[in-house]
C-alpha cells in the first residue's frame, strides 16, 4: 500500500530488554515523526525527522530512548533497557516538507512491557 | 510556547444530536497551522482539516463544520447529526513553522455516539 507502515503491530518484551520499533513512511515524504500515546492519553512527541538536517530530538524521555533513519526512509526507534512505564502506542507519521503539510499515521506498535 | 488545550475529555451523544468538540490553542507566532484528525477505534488517526492562520473562513464539509476564531484562539468542530461512524477520539493539532515543523497535539475528546 502507499500508506505509513509499522511493525511489529504489537511487541511484548519484559523488563530490561531493548527493543526496536520500526517505520516505513511514505515515499517522497520527507519529515517523519514519531509519537507515543499512553492509554487514554494525547500524543506525545519524541522525535522528528527532516531530510538530512539534525533530528528534533527534544521529546525523547529519556537516554533511553534513540531513533535513527537511514537514507531517508525508514526510521527505527530504539528503547533500551525497557521499563513499564514504556509501555505505549508508538506512532510514526510521515509528511512533505514544510508543518503547513498534513501528516499521514501509521497504525502504531504496541508495546507491553512486562 | 506552543499549546492545544481540548477541554472535553468524553462525550456522549444519542445518535443525529449535533455535537461541537472544542479546542483552544496557544502560539505567539503570526503564522501558524492548525489541524483536526479522527482516531477511530481501530487506532489509524485520520487527517480531517487544516487550515492556516490567515484564513478563518469557516468551512464545511458535509455532516462536518470548522469554526475558526483568532479572537478567541479557538478552532471547534462540529458534527451535524452525529452518526455511529462519528464514534472516535479526535485532536487538535497546531504546528508554527518557527519551531521547526514540530506538531502540537491536545490530548482528545472521545466522542460516543450512542444509537
Known amino acids: 500500500g502507499a500508506g505509513v507502515s509499522q511493525s511489529p503491530s504489537n511487541k511484548v518484551t519484559e523488563k530490561g530488554k531493548d527493543v526496536e520499533l520500526r517505520c516505513d513512511p511514505i515515499?517522497?515524504?520527507?519529515?517523519l515523526y514519531w509519537y507515543r500515546q499512553s492509554l487514554g492519553q494525547g500524543l506525545e512527541f519524541l522525535i522528528y525527522?527532516?531530510?538530512?538536517?539534525?533530528?528534533?530530538k527534544s521529546g525523547l524521555p529519556s537516554d533511553r530512548f534513540s531513533a535513527e533513519r537511514t537514507g531517508g526512509s525508514v526510521s527505527t526507534l530504539t528503547i533500551q533497557r525497557t521499563q513499564q512505564e514504556d509501555s505505549a502506542v508508538y506512532l510514526c507519521?510521515?509528511?512533505?516538507?514544510?508543518?503547513?503539510?498534513?501528516?499521514?499515521f501509521g497504525p502504531g506498535t504496541r508495546l507491553t512491557v512486562l | 510556547a506552543q499549546k492545544v488545550t481540548q477541554a472535553q475529555t468524553e462525550i456522549s451523544v444519542v445518535e443525529k444530536e449535533d455535537v461541537t468538540l472544542d479546542c483552544v490553542y496557544e502560539t505567539r507566532d503570526t503564522t501558524y497551522y492548525l489541524f483536526w484528525y479522527k482516531q477511530p477505534p481501530s487506532g489509524e488517526l485520520v487527517f480531517l482539516i487544516r487550515r492556516n492562520s490567515f484564513d478563518e473562513q469557516n468551512e464545511i464539509s458535509g455532516r462536518y463544520s470548522w469554526n475558526f476564531q483568532k479572537s478567541t484562539s479557538s478552532f471547534n468542530f462540529t458534527i451535524t447529526a452525529s452518526q455511529v461512524v462519528d464514534s472516535a477520539v479526535y485532536f487538535c493539532?497546531?504546528?508554527?513553522?518557527?519551531?521547526?515543523?514540530?506538531?502540537?497535539f491536545g490530548t482528545g475528546t472521545s466522542l460516543t455516539v450512542i444509537p
Open positions: 515515499s517522497g515524504h520527507t519529515a
Open positions: 525527522f527532516q531530510g538530512n538536517s539534525a533530528p528534533d
Open positions: 507519521a510521515s509528511s512533505l516538507l514544510a508543518s503547513y503539510n498534513e501528516q499521514f
Open positions: 493539532a497546531l504546528s508554527v513553522t518557527n519551531t521547526g515543523n514540530q506538531f502540537y
